[in-house]
């Protein structure tokens, strides 16, 4: 039996718009995955925290307010400080295209835009969780 996904999404920083974060969580969970959604307002010791207990292998941050290249590198070292770097980490949002190099470069597995397919998504979570898994 292969353990189901489990993605922790969360909204970062003061963004108070949840709709996408919660349609991308519904989706994901007809997809099979197991889904924690963390709320609004969570800060990234909230969120890493939240993917330690709930032994997550994917975090997905959407961040409509800019924030972006503020908080995402705060997540990527506080996951590498607790030794949780097999965490892969998405972000959904308003990320302009010059800022998505940025991200990759520390270490984000996926950017995604207004428009990205919902299918896309779901199969790009498949399959980088699957290829971080450890073999049993």
Do not use: W
């Not at 307002?41 to 207990?53: C, G, L, M, Y």
């Not at 908080?71 to 949002?93: K, S």
């Not at 597995?109 to 896309?120: E, K, L, N």
């Amino acid at each position: 039996m292969t353990a189901k996904i489990r993605v922790v999404i969360a909204k970062p920083g003061l963004d108070g718009h949840d709709r996408g974060a919660k349609v991308i969580a519904r989706a994901l969970r007809d997809a099979g995955m197991e889904v924690i959604y963390t709320g609004l307002r969570q800060t990234p010791e909230q969120i890493v925290s939240a993917a330690e207990q709930e032994d997550a292998s994917v975090i997905g941050l959407s961040i409509l307010s800019g924030a972006h290249l503020h908080i995402c590198p705060r997540i990527m070292t506080l996951l590498q400080e607790r030794g949780l770097q097999d965490v892969q980490v998405v972000v959904g949002g308003i990320i302009p295209d010059e800022d998505v190099p940025a991200l990759n470069s520390i270490g984000i597995a996926g950017v995604f835009q207004p428009g990205t397919p919902m299918r896309d998504i779901v199969a790009f979570i498949q399959s980088h969780a699957a290829a971080a898994a450890p073999s049993a």
